[in-house]
């Protein structure tokens, strides 16, 4: 499959599947603000985007997938509960980014296999 099919399934994916998770989270009328959600979302996906096609194309490891979408979570974490003593967020943040990098990296695998 050639890498440009790649990051376009990757890009579709990414944006479909956390706008679905995140109006799941929302409320029945969607607030005001989701229009933000959207728009974050789809840099994170220009981000991710650009991180697949500058680095994990070419070195494609699990660990490195696990660092960069967990420590990115960690530190989205940190701007999010503005220095609260909480840290219960950023746990919740850091397991979200894990999880997600086991998502990113086997998919990836799937499809670099075909």
Known sequence: MSNKLIIALNFGLFAIGWTIVFRLGADQELPAGFWKII?????LDVLQCLFLKLVYLRHPRFLLALV?????????GLVVRKFSLDWTWELVCGLVGAAYSVVFYLLNRLLMCR
């Open 39 to 43: 728009a974050l979302i789809l840099a």
């Open 68 to 76: 960069v979408f967990t420590l990115g979570m960690l530190i989205l």
